[in-house]
């Protein structure tokens, strides 16, 4: 028997709460799926079979009680492993976690228990979020379904291929620099990266704090924003996070953009993009038209210096955020080849020389170095302001237009293997996201079309701060205007 | 060259605990002494994915002390994170301000000396090491437990000079009840930067920093100690090196814990965990209306308002409970401050000192003080029957004065008649005295007083025993 196809978010919710289906049963599809796809996608890193059965069978006797289920109420979810799990591993694909369990859940995690959901596992990612490919995941490999020789972007690989191969109903990210967004538009999937501030963070496992968001991934427009709408708000543990109203994001979607303003910053269209992404934006963009909206040229001036700064901000949060790896309180702890403790300098060098991978090294000291005495004004103060600079240029862009619409990635999958030598190329393919994790903003990849090669292409709407009612409303508007949704990954079991 | 031709100039860095009953950026109790690990989080224990959330009432004690001595309250102020490793730093950085503390400037009056303070900031505290035969093992209760530290100007020039200002801080901060000044228990800490200089120079000379002082007389001797010797290294022909020193009180010495090249560099930059801190007009004038007296204010109004000598005030504004106790008594009283002032510094103080002062408060409160005053003004009752009285009174922790004295029969005889009988009983008893009395050994007065207080059993207004004694021998 196979899953039925797509499993969606709402309809699956729906589906239970009517009693059309049990969240027994869904909760087992989604377990098959796995067990039958993810031997070779590797998009989990910890499956709870036990435990999502425990919850959807406590969700299907709640259901037969006549109470009122919550708002995902046996609704199969994977959550990224940087996420902290009460009882569940949390590694954040990194060795130096290893046997890690937490103690507490995550502000997202309580949330979605509260809703009903059910925590089908942990997916894989780049050790600490740092990565575009999933490739630095200390774990295993995670492939692109669309084409398993291919990666399927990062960091949260993993979330996005466990929601393109039907592994569940919708899943959870974290962006800092795109890896919500540049693996969705790799694995032809929706995924939105939340205003800074809109979602807590805590329990959210720190890679650059000042730019670390949590958000949602879903095949359809409209799950994103119902899977948002639970996520979403204040929380007293997050100083960070803002006290703003929540909307429900799913229930305001438009299908007409009539009097919608479309910016198209003309620096995203440069040297660099691939022929075929660019072919299908600009598709996307007639298509935005037709559908009543205005495309107007906008300009962000700050757009070439935004990836230089971003990897210095983000790399000096990280060097200090990562400090806490230590091998005194939690995960993995080096010790001598005989078995014996080390003495105490020791042991830091060797647990953390062993427990981290080459990435993160790499970005622990780059971040040290930027923060460094003597250092510190000419790299991390400068980037600071040109931080500002550029949240000035989208300020000012937005006061022109309501959304801004470019690619989410400038190629679409490459293949394993292809960049990692080159960190400089892999940093380039976060070219296009990066600059709404400096300003704060939000936005949303939705999938546009394909490459001669069957190869998800993505879309990106940007919005201001707190516009994701907005920038859902035009992804939705777009995306039920074409059928690219109904395309999905080849399945060994339909093939 | 000689030492004499040298001058001091220190600083000194305090760091007071507040006492306020959570942590900095956590829920957890501050309370001292728990099992180890005891009170603690994932946000103090520094796990993956934990966030800190600053406590209000930390924020409002730093005000609270800033404007006590006179600092400016930044409104807009930002924690930044301090980067090193130690096991018992969960994080592998403490949340501390760097560029922008709390409060800036200020100053404090030392035995008539302005001393300026640079900066006064919120910090959180780190855990404890414990070393023993078994390994090492951290606990992290102290750690994120809310921290002030206050930094002086290089303004004090004597080891006597800081111990003064040290002890006039202390005051203040117990008084305005933002630290319980426990210097034992190293809930007031100090570290002394320390520097010589030819004497008049303008020049600073290059300071060390004196570590782990954990005492008043610590602090004084660790800074004495390590003027002399700097001032025997330039005298030497050599030069100071700026480094960080430990005191080690047993043998009265610092030593050199590390050098300059072996500083650490904090890597200070703006925690993004934490928004910058606003602070309103509204709630720094909340603060302000809350501010108690301080010492010295309160010291000069009593000189002023009671009339009692320096002395006496000193004592009696020391502590916060017993110099407000003071001002009730005075309200109660409404007789001669300087009485007032006797009984409380003495009999009052002593049994306060022994059971706390707000226990003796609140078993005898000001009226029934004022009650006991106004007695030995009246001749009443004699200075010895009323510290009788007090005692009973605090031992029962009710009861009326008067009843007291009429059950007990503490009153004194103020009835000439009946004391001019014992004096002359006295006086016929003891013939040679008066004869030597007469013959000009007048010290033998008071024997003839004590004889009388003995026969009338202290009952006796010692004053009239006095007079009428005088009065028999020169007849």
New interface residues.
């Given amino acids: 028997m196979t899953a039925r196809y797509p499993m969606g978010l709402i309809e699956t919710r729906d589906a239970i709460a009517c009693g059309d289906r049990r969240a027994r049963d869904v909760c087992d599809e989604a377990l098959r799926a796995i067990e039958t796809r993810d031997v070779e996608l590797g998009a989990f890193l910890h499956v709870d079979a036990e435990g999502a059965g425990r919850d959807a069978e406590r969700i299907d006797a709640v259901l037969a009680r006549g109470e009122r289920p919550g708002d995902l109420a046996g609704v199969p979810i994977a959550v990224k492993d940087v996420?902290?799990t009460r009882g569940l591993p949390?590694t954040?694909g990194s060795r130096i976690?290893d046997g890690?369990i937490?103690?507490?859940d995550?502000t997202v995690i309580a949330r979605l228990r509260a809703a009903g959901a059910v925590l089908i596992g942990k997916t894989n990612c780049d050790e600490f979020a740092m990565g575009s490919s999933n490739e630095n995941s200390a774990y295993r490999v995670a492939r692109n379904p669309w084409d398993t020789t291919r990666v399927p972007g990062g960091s949260s690989g993993g979330s996005a291929v466990a929601v393109a191969a039907n592994m569940c109903a919708a899943s959870l990210g974290s962006d800092t620099g795109g890896s919500i967004r540049q693996p969705a538009s790799l694995a032809g999937v929706v995924g939105l990266k939340p205003t800074y501030g809109r979602v807590s963070?805590?329990?959210?496992?720190?890679f650059?704090?000042?730019l670390d968001q949590v958000g949602p991934f879903a095949r359809a427009v409209r799950d994103v924003a119902e899977l948002l709408t639970v996520i979403a708000g204040h929380d007293?543990?997050?100083?960070?996070s803002v006290d703003a109203p929540v909307p429900h994001y799913s229930h305001n979607l438009r299908t007409t953009l009539k009097g919608v303003r479309v910016g198209v910053p003309r620096e995203y269209f440069v040297e660099g993009i691939d022929a075929e992404v660019e072919r299908a934006v600009r598709g996307a963009l007639g298509r935005l038209k037709d559908l009543g909206a205005t495309i107007h040229d906008v300009s962000l001036p700050h757009t070439p210096y935004a990836l230089g700064c971003y990897y210095l901000i983000a790399t000096?949060?990280a060097?200090?955020n990562?400090?806490?790896y230590?091998g005194?309180?939690?995960g993995f702890r080096a010790a001598r080849a005989d078995g014996g403790?080390l003495a105490?300098r020791e042991q830091?060098t060797a647990t953390r020389e062993r427990g981290f991978g080459d990435e993160v090294k790499r970005r622990i000291m780059l971040g040290?170095f930027a923060?460094?005495?003597g250092y510190?004004d000419a790299y991390?103060l400068k980037a600071q302001k040109v931080r500002a600079l550029i949240q000035r240029d989208f300020d000012a862009a937005f006061r022109e237009v309501d959304v801004i619409a470019t690619p989410t990635s400038p190629t679409a999958a490459w293949k394993l293997g292809a960049k990692v030598a080159d960190p400089l190329q892999m940093y380039l393919a976060d070219i296009y996201t990066v600059s709404c994790n400096l300003a704060g903003n939000c936005g949303v990849s939705v999938p546009c079309g394909f490459t001669s090669e069957n190869l998800p292409i993505g879309l990106q709407i940007l919005g201001p701060a707190f516009a994701e009612e907005r920038i859902l409303s035009v992804a939705h508007a777009y995306e039920q205007s074409e059928a690219w949704r109904t395309r999905v990954p080849p399945h060994p079991e339909t093939a | 060259m000689t030492r004499a031709d040298f001058e001091a100039v220190i600083g000194l860095e305090v760091h007071a605990q507040l006492l306020t009953a959570s942590k900095l950026f956590c829920g957890c109790s501050t309370t001292f002494g728990a099992p180890p690990n005891h009170h603690t989080c994932?946000v103090c224990?520094?796990?993956?994915?934990?966030?800190?959330?600053?406590s209000r009432r930390a924020v409002e004690f730093a005000i609270r002390l800033g404007l006590a001595v006179g600092c400016t309250i930044r409104k807009k102020n930002r924690f930044a994170?301090k980067?090193y490793?130690y096991?018992d730093l969960?994080?592998?950085?403490q949340i501390s301000q760097y560029e922008e503390p709390i409060c800036e400037g200020g100053r404090l009056d030392v035995a008539g000396k302005v001393v300026r303070l640079r900066r006064i900031h919120m910090e959180e505290d780190a855990g404890k090491c414990v070393h023993d035969a078994a390994?090492s093992s951290?606990d992290l209760n102290r750690a994120g437990v809310p921290l002030l530290e206050i930094v002086s100007e290089p303004d004090l020039s004597t080891p006597e000079e800081a111990g003064v200002y040290l002890r006039a801080l202390r005051d203040i901060v117990v008084y305005l009840g933002v630290c319980d000044g426990n210097m034992e228990e190293g809930s007031f800490r100090c570290d002394a930067n320390v520097s010589v200089r030819r004497a008049g120079a303008r020049e600073l000379g290059t300071r060390a920093e004196i570590k782990n002082v954990n005492s008043f007389r610590f602090v004084e001797k660790a800074i004495a100690y390590e003027i002399a010797r700097q001032v025997d290294v330039v005298l030497s022909g050599g030069s100071v090196v700026q480094e960080t020193r430990l005191f080690d009180s047993d043998r009265g010495i610092t030593q050199s814990m590390r050098g300059k090249e072996e500083a650490h560099?904090y890597?200070?930059?703006p925690d993004?965990?934490?928004?910058p801190l606003d602070i309103a007009d509204a709630s720094i004038d909340d603060v302000r209306r809350t501010l108690p007296e301080l010492p010295a204010a309160r010291r000069s109004r009593f000189l002023v308002e009671y009339g009692i000598s320096e002395a006496d005030a000193v004592v009696l504004t020391a502590d916060r409970v017993v110099a407000e106790f003071f001002d009730v008594v005075m309200r109660a009283y409404a007789g001669d401050g300087r009485r007032a002032a006797g009984f409380l510094r003495t009999d009052w103080l002593r049994v306060a000192n022994d059971r706390g002062a707000a226990d003796v408060v609140a078993r005898v409160p000001a009226a029934k003080i004022a009650q006991l005053l106004q007695m030995v003004d009246a001749g009443t009752i004699s200075i010895a029957a009323r510290r009788e009285v007090f005692a009973l009174l605090v031992d029962a922790g009710e009861g009326d004065p008067e009843a007291i004295v009429r059950e007990r029969g503490l009153a004194q005889t103020s009835d000439a008649g009946a004391i001019e009988a014992a004096v002359d009983a006295v006086l016929s008893a003891n013939p040679n005295e008066v004869a030597a009395y007469r013959a000009g050994k007048e010290k033998l007065l008071s024997f003839f007083v004590g004889q009388v207080m003995k026969a009338t059993r202290g009952k006796a207004n010692p004053a009239i025993v006095n007079d009428l004694v005088l009065k028999r021998l020169r007849s």
């Fill in positions: 996420i902290v949390t954040c976690l890690f937490p103690p507490y995550a963070r805590y329990g959210l496992v720190a650059a704090s000042s007293p543990l997050d100083s960070t000096a949060e060097s200090s990562l400090a806490r230590d005194i309180r939690f403790a105490l830091y040290t923060l460094s005495s510190y991390y | 994932p224990l520094g796990l993956p994915g934990a966030l800190p959330v600053l994170r980067n490793f096991p969960p994080k592998g950085y390994g951290v560099d890597r200070y930059f993004p965990d934490l928004l």
